[in-house]
């Protein structure tokens, strides 16, 4: 059985930073590419960034690129993504997803889900 467990979120001002953590137990962590997705109240969940199998290719929305770093220790099991500069546009329920080999951006095409975790940023 796949479980992913998140981690690191909370309430932090506009501009301030936070570190989330998704670890991940069950399976060969290294055969999935793992990514990042979030959810506003009201809206669709949406993409936030996904990272290859062996870490070396990454891929941002561009609502978040140059403020995000998403990363992974294939060692830990564990996927992480920084926020920086954080907007209150970024408040959502943030989780973590894995699917086996290929990255995707599409979150119908992942298998498995953490259970999320808040992060609001106040003005």
């Known amino acids: 059985q796949v479980q992913l467990v998140e981690s690191g979120g909370g309430l932090v001002q506009a501009g301030g930073s936070l570190r989330l953590s998704c670890a991940a137990s069950?399976?060969?962590?290294?055969?999935?590419?793992m990514a990042w997705f979030r959810q506003a109240p009201g809206k669709e969940r949406e993409f936030v960034a996904v990272?290859?199998?062996?870490?070396?290719?990454?891929y941002y929305a561009d609502s978040v690129k140059g403020r995000f770093t998403i990363s992974r220790d294939n060692a830990k099991n564990t996927v992480y993504l920084q926020m920086n500069s954080l907007k209150p546009e970024d408040t959502a329920v943030y989780y973590c997803?894995?699917?086996?080999?290929?990255?995707?951006?599409?979150?119908?095409?992942?298998?498995?889900w953490g259970q999320g975790t808040q992060v609001t940023v106040s003005s």
């Open positions: 990272i290859t199998r062996s870490g070396e290719t990454t």
């Open positions: 997803a894995g699917r086996p080999r290929i990255a995707l951006t599409t979150p119908g095409q992942y298998d498995y």
């Open positions: 069950g399976r060969t962590f290294s055969n999935w590419a």
